[in-house]
């Protein structure tokens, strides 16, 4: 549990953003009203769309609080580095396609006061049949570790400790992230105050592309922490499937498992180079 936080305490604000143009506009205006002191750090991993050029816009017109770097690789990789450039005594991460409540970072800063970790309410917007589905929940020690890293808040010193996201995962670093916080007994607040709006994939294309990567990330968990099943509350989850649209999410993403099972345990034999690489984002972590 987290010490009571001095008043105002700083909280820098982390973005990846790839190819995000058409959203992230929206994002950091709604920014730019949030309580501080805080900064906003984004990190474009070499969008083609204008996304990065916006960000820069937003640098110029507000100098000293919005900053834009350019870090290609995964999304890990990216948060890792926004994190090494950041000030502040908390962390508080969120993603190119979303937008802010106007009270998000003041309700996230109140929650610090009571824990490390914080996850607020993450509003799904866009297409019904795809925003009401729910999250295929993981638990560890009894916590739920699947809040997103759209609207999740770490303090600092505990992000560094961990070693911060794993870049080799390709999605679900939040989950393995959290999951790491929890085996060390930090706890994770869920405070629904904080609330963050997330754009649903268009189309129903996009959005099986998104749950079969998204299987495909959970297989990745199970290579690195082992067999993970019997901390889904499968019964639950199997009643979830309303629809044949969460049931098509389901295979979808069930499709990402075993593509990742067929093409062998790359994660447990990268490279002398990833393993280099993954040294020296460490590195600018714990002396930044």
Same mark, same amino acid.
């Given at each position: ?156 010193? *505990?992000?560094?400790? $961990? /070693? +911060?996201?794993?870049? #080799?995962?390709? &999605? ?77 999410? *389901?295979?979808?993403? $069930? /499709? +990402?498992?075993?593509? #990742?099972?067929? &093409? ?25």
């Amino acid at each position: 549990m987290g010490s009571e936080p001095p008043e105002r305490s700083f909280v820098s604000i982390v973005i990846t953003v790839r190819n995000e143009g058409k959203h992230l506009r929206h994002l950091l205006e709604s920014l730019v009203p949030q309580e501080g002191p805080n900064e906003i750090i984004v990190v474009d991993a070499l969008s083609r769309d204008g996304t990065f050029e916006i960000a820069e816009e937003f640098a110029r017109r507000y100098p000293g609080r919005f900053h834009a770097l350019q870090r290609y690789g995964s999304r890990g990789m990216g948060r890792n580095a926004g994190v090494a450039e950041a000030k502040g005594e908390f962390i508080a991460f969120t993603d190119g396609d979303c937008f802010a409540d106007s009270q998000w970072i003041g309700r996230m800063r109140e929650s610090f006061g009571q824990d490390d970790i914080v996850a607020g309410r993450t509003v799904p917007i866009g297409p019904s049949q795809y925003s009401m589905l729910e999250r295929v929940e993981l638990f560890q020690h009894g916590s739920d570790v699947t809040f997103p890293s759209c609207n999740l808040g770490y303090r600092r010193s *505990l992000f560094v400790g $961990l /070693g +911060g996201f794993d870049a #080799r995962l390709i &999605t679900a670093e939040d989950i393995d992230l959290n999951l790491r916080a929890v085996e060390t007994g930090a706890h994770i607040r869920y405070d629904d105050r904080a609330i963050i709006y997330h754009q649903m994939r268009p189309t129903f294309l996009r959005f099986l592309y998104q749950a079969f990567w998204n299987g495909y990330g959970r297989k990745q968990l199970t290579e690195k922490h082992g067999s993970l099943w019997g901390n889904y509350r499968i019964r639950r989850l199997v009643s979830a499937q309303r629809s044949v649209i969460a049931w098509a999410r *389901l295979v979808a993403a $069930l /499709g +990402g498992y075993l593509t #990742r099972v067929a &093409t062998g345990n790359r994660l447990l034999t990268e490279s002398p180079h990833d393993r280099a690489s993954a040294r020296r984002e460490m590195d600018e972590l714990r002396t930044a």
